[in-house]
């Protein structure tokens, strides 16, 4: 046998991949930074330009110095004062380069900024087909309120991802076949005292709902709960993916005679294995891992999914590797799987933790959450953590409608904004120049938004767009409280500024799937 992780080379053929990350068909202001201050320093510079904290450090700013100063034999702020020089003096683009602690620091333009505050992002279409799994619940009970963190997190990750043009699907696969299934189908026993009961059985009262159905029968129903869950939450899926369907359709089979054509599997303690992973049990049934390498040749060579997003739970963190090494024996490159794990979230209440357990019937679903706070707060809240980050729900917070919630914050700024639309007679009209720096601000805030799109493609940070609609609205409010719009000598140049807000601020919240309201 050859050993899974130790195959010599040409037992298998990976696929060739590379992802197109975005890049716009239009100006992209960070690209052209990046292009000149590359030209200053050379090609190998890898110049990443990043926002500075602190508004004196410029418009922009990177630490290629660094990067240059040992292959150079030279100081980083010696090659960043050069580069800086020879920037401020030549760049049609930039206003001054400046050099701090190594750093090269970028003041652009005024007339940079506005031009490409003129100028509307389009995205083009990817060839690149995106499968994004996510929530998968097992069909065993309700949708929890962490089922809800998973389901917002894949539905805004593929809004986005179709915003830059890629073709998605969204996928929730049903496991409706195996272990959870049957003892579901116990657990309505037990609590009809048909059966004796046990520690692993689910409980609760929807458990005792189910009285009289067997285990399947209890699977459709439970299963179309769910669905209605997630309309409710305003989750939506292209497909709906039974984990039965594929033992009906013999696909495990076909996957084990795969494998075993290229003597990848070995017989051993009367189960069969693939490298240390168990496929076929002593007992003759198929493991979950034979099921999920079954479903991930699906996706990629039947269906010919370019890239696969699962989107998992935190217990599944050390199934990882075991996974990619799995569909690496199948001959797919295990780069096309990108898997997000989500961590663990709690439900906190007046500074306590609310403890939920899904098998002893003690849980928060997500229609109960849903209810007490609403979609729109639930999906901020949610979305607002990166998902390699443990949270604390605070229902307190989730409550306040006011400004103190950040979500009403940012739908807040929204309706001041169309407040002033809707009173002004003006026709809006391109800015010439800035006479505040509060104008300067918030149009160089607005000119991020497509590097803001360009950077959560890349990792899939979806928390990066929540803190972008909470700070363009604070850099909004601040404009609000400093320049008088309507009655302005200058109204239609500052109605463009106001209206450019408002369009940015509004597609973010539809990728994030949180309402805009004109009104509040």
Same mark, same amino acid.
């Given at each position: 046998?050859?050993?899974?992780?130790?195959?010599?080379?040409?037992?298998?053929?990976?696929?060739?991949?590379?992802?197109?990350?975005?890049?716009?068909?239009?100006?992209?202001?960070?690209?052209?930074?990046?292009?000149?201050?590359?030209?200053?320093?050379?090609?190998?510079?890898?110049?990443?330009?990043?926002?500075?904290?602190?508004?004196?450090?410029?418009?922009?700013?990177?630490?290629?110095?660094?990067?240059?100063?040992?292959?150079?034999?030279?100081?980083?702020?010696?090659?960043?004062?050069?580069?800086?020089?020879?920037?401020?003096?030549?760049?049609?683009?930039?206003?001054?380069?400046?050099?701090?602690?190594?750093?090269?620091?970028?003041?652009?333009?005024?007339?940079?900024?506005?031009?490409?505050?003129?100028?509307?992002?389009?995205?083009?279409?990817?060839?690149?087909?995106?499968?994004?799994?996510?929530?998968?619940?097992?069909?065993?009970?309700?949708?929890?309120?962490?089922?809800?963190?998973?389901?917002?997190?894949?539905?805004?990750?593929?809004?986005?991802?179709?915003?830059?043009?890629?073709?998605?699907?969204?996928?929730?696969?049903?496991?409706?076949?195996?272990?959870?299934?049957?003892?579901?189908?116990?657990?309505?026993?037990?609590?009809?005292?048909?059966?004796?009961?046990?520690?692993?059985?689910?409980?609760?009262?929807?458990?005792?709902?189910?009285?009289?159905?067997?285990?399947?029968?209890?699977?459709?129903?439970?299963?179309?709960?769910?669905?209605?869950?997630?309309?409710?939450?305003?989750?939506?899926?292209?497909?709906?993916?039974?984990?039965?369907?594929?033992?009906?359709?013999?696909?495990?089979?076909?996957?084990?005679?795969?494998?075993?054509?290229?003597?990848?599997?070995?017989?051993?303690?009367?189960?069969?294995?693939?490298?240390?992973?168990?496929?076929?049990?002593?007992?003759?049934?198929?493991?979950?891992?034979?099921?999920?390498?079954?479903?991930?040749?699906?996706?990629?060579?039947?269906?010919?999914?370019?890239?696969?997003?699962?989107?998992?739970?935190?217990?599944?963190?050390?199934?990882?590797?075991?996974?990619?090494?799995?569909?690496?024996?199948?001959?797919?490159?295990?780069?096309?799987?990108?898997?997000?794990?989500?961590?663990?979230?709690?439900?906190?209440?007046?500074?306590?933790?609310?403890?939920?357990?899904?098998?002893?019937?003690?849980?928060?679903?997500?229609?109960?959450?849903?209810?007490?706070?609403?979609?729109?707060?639930?999906?901020?809240?949610?979305?607002?953590?990166?998902?390699?980050?443990?949270?604390?729900?605070?229902?307190?917070?989730?409550?306040?409608?006011?400004?103190?919630?950040?979500?009403?914050?940012?739908?807040?700024?929204?309706?001041?904004?169309?407040?002033?639309?809707?009173?002004?007679?003006?026709?809006?009209?391109?800015?010439?120049?800035?006479?505040?720096?509060?104008?300067? &601000?918030?149009?160089?805030?607005?000119?991020?938004?497509?590097?803001?799109?360009?950077?959560?493609?890349?990792?899939?940070?979806?928390?990066?767009?929540?803190?972008?609609?909470?700070?363009?609205?604070?850099?909004?409010?601040?404009?609000?409280?400093?320049?008088?719009?309507?009655?302005?000598?200058?109204?239609? &140049?500052?109605?463009?500024?106001?209206?450019?807000?408002? &369009?940015?601020?509004?597609?973010?919240?539809?990728?994030?799937?949180?309402?805009?309201? &004109?009104?509040?």
């Amino acid at each position: 046998m050859l050993g899974l992780w130790k195959r010599p080379l040409g037992t298998q053929k990976l696929r060739a991949f590379s992802l197109n990350y975005p890049r716009y068909t239009t100006f992209m202001l960070r690209d052209d930074l990046a292009k000149e201050i590359s030209e200053v320093l050379g090609a190998e510079a890898g110049v990443r330009l990043t926002q500075p904290e602190r508004r004196e450090n410029g418009d922009w700013s990177t630490t290629a110095p660094f990067l240059l100063a040992k292959k150079l034999s030279r100081k980083p702020d010696e090659i960043a004062a050069d580069a800086a020089s020879k920037l401020s003096a030549s760049s049609k683009i930039i206003e001054r380069a400046e050099a701090k602690g190594g750093f090269l620091n970028i003041f652009v333009k005024d007339e940079t900024l506005i031009k490409t505050l003129s100028v509307k992002t389009q995205f083009p279409a990817k060839k690149e087909r995106i499968n994004i799994e996510f929530v998968s619940a097992n069909p065993t009970g309700p949708l929890t309120m962490a089922n809800g963190r998973g389901g917002f997190y894949g539905d805004a990750l593929a809004n986005l991802l179709q915003k830059v043009g890629y073709n998605v699907t969204r996928e929730f696969y049903i496991n409706d076949a195996g272990n959870q299934v049957r003892l579901l189908g116990e657990s309505i026993e037990a609590a009809e005292g048909n059966r004796e009961a046990k520690e692993e059985y689910y409980k609760g009262e929807y458990v005792k709902r189910l009285a009289g159905k067997n285990a399947q029968e209890a699977v459709r129903i439970l299963l179309s709960e769910i669905r209605l869950s997630l309309k409710r939450a305003g989750i939506e899926f292209d497909v709906w993916f039974s984990e039965q369907e594929l033992h009906k359709k013999g696909e495990l089979d076909k996957v084990l005679s795969f494998l075993e054509s290229k003597g990848l599997i070995e017989k051993k303690d009367n189960a069969i294995w693939l490298g240390d992973a168990v496929l076929i049990k002593s007992d003759g049934e198929p493991t979950y891992f034979l099921s999920d390498l079954a479903y991930h040749y699906d996706k990629f060579l039947k269906r010919q999914f370019d890239i696969a997003i699962d989107v998992w739970g935190a217990d599944h963190h050390g199934y990882v590797d075991r996974i990619k090494k799995g569909i690496e024996a199948l001959g797919i490159n295990p780069e096309r799987l990108k898997i997000v794990i989500m961590q663990l979230v709690r439900l906190m209440q007046g500074g306590t933790e609310v403890r939920m357990s899904k098998r002893a019937g003690e849980f928060v679903t997500m229609d109960e959450l849903l209810e007490e706070v609403g979609v729109d707060v639930a999906r901020w809240f949610f979305l607002e953590r990166g998902a390699n980050t443990h949270m604390d729900f605070d229902l307190d917070l989730a409550k306040e409608k006011s400004e103190k919630n950040p979500v009403y914050y940012v739908q807040y700024a929204h309706t001041r904004i169309a407040s002033i639309l809707q009173k002004s007679t003006t026709v809006a009209s391109p800015l010439k120049d800035f006479n505040n720096p509060v104008e300067r &601000e918030l149009a160089l805030k607005i000119i991020r938004y497509p590097e803001i799109l360009d950077d959560t493609a890349r990792d899939y940070g979806v928390q990066r767009l929540t803190s972008y609609a909470y700070e363009l609205a604070q850099t909004f409010s601040g404009f609000y409280r400093d320049v008088k719009v309507i009655g302005s000598d200058r109204e239609a &140049e500052l109605l463009y500024l106001v209206l450019k807000t408002k &369009e940015t601020l509004a597609d973010v919240l539809a990728i994030l799937g949180i309402s805009r309201p &004109e009104k509040m």
